[in-house]
């Protein structure tokens, strides 16, 4: 574009206009304007890849405007600190379970979201539909989660032959949904915890929710890419690190 644009004022400065001249001229016109149009087409495209990586939560984009979203629902944030654009979310004390959940419900056939923790009570990753948990993620038919304690849980209930590791201060826990299988599957550190809970509804949409219970709690969350091709192996995932972590 540099180039384009010293041809372009050299020729206008030429002292001679002739007919050959003015052919140079429209041709440089039209070079500059494809130029232009070229760069206005490349922002759009970055303003729409970073609408894509942001849609999950409402990341942060910078510029302003429409971009710039929620992560987690506005009444789900109370007595949480969020820092670094909402990715990290701390409770320093409460008086029983709060409850995030994500503003964005959880698109495409598979999602991944990994969960750093950085300081635990008791702890609860999981995934809500519909509504937004009443208590806790877990706490009801259409909720199921991941406690720090080791339980699986949903509608409230510990189900038998899903216990799973405890997790801790510096672990990382996974959540998996694939809507074509119907299934939700948890993860630490990379390797599978428990059972799948399967025969998942698909008919409303899915949120990410997760719970502190007296606090402290902190955690980072990270959306991760899976690309489009069908999951083939779910008892390993890898630990996805990105920017929110």
Same mark, same amino acid.
Request: charged share 20%; glycine share 10%; net charge negative.
């Given at each position: ?23 140079? #001229? ?40 429409? +971009? ?43 999602? #991944? ?17 519909? +509504?937004? %948990?009443?208590? #806790?993620?877990?706490?009801? %038919? ?20 899903? @216990? ?32 799948? #809970? ?5 008919? @409303? ?19 991760? %890419?899976?690309?489009?091709? %069908?999951?083939?192996?779910? @008892? ?10």
């Amino acid at each position: 574009k540099a180039t384009v644009s010293v041809l372009y004022w050299v020729a206008r400065m030429s002292i001679v206009v002739g007919d050959s001249m003015r052919e140079i #001229f429209q041709q440089l016109d039209v070079l500059v304007k494809n130029a232009s149009a070229s760069k206005a087409e490349e922002e759009a495209n970055k303003k729409l890849l970073l609408k894509e990586f942001a849609s999950y939560f409402g990341v942060e984009v910078a510029g302003g405007g429409e +971009e710039n979203g929620p992560r987690w629902t506005q009444a789900s944030k109370v007595g949480w600190v969020l820092t670094n654009l909402e990715h990290t979310a701390t409770m320093s004390a409460c008086g029983g379970w709060r409850t995030l959940v994500s503003e964005q419900n959880l698109e495409g056939d598979e999602v #991944f979201v990994t969960v750093k923790v950085h300081a635990l009570r008791t702890l609860a990753v999981g995934i809500s539909q519909g +509504e937004e %948990p009443a208590i #806790f993620v877990g706490d009801s %038919p259409t909720s199921w989660a991941y406690q720090s304690t080791g339980h699986m849980i949903t509608n409230g209930s510990v189900l038998d032959g899903r @216990k799973a590791p405890e997790y801790h201060q510096g672990d990382t826990v996974g959540v998996l949904l694939d809507k074509r299988q119907q299934y939700i599957a948890f993860y630490k550190n990379g390797q599978m915890a428990g059972v799948p #809970f399967t025969d998942i509804s698909v008919d @409303k949409p899915f949120k990410l929710a997760i719970s502190c219970y007296t606090g402290p709690c902190s955690v980072s969350v990270n959306m991760c %890419p899976l690309g489009s091709k %069908p999951i083939e192996n779910i @008892k390993t995932f890898p630990i996805c690190i990105g920017d929110g972590h």
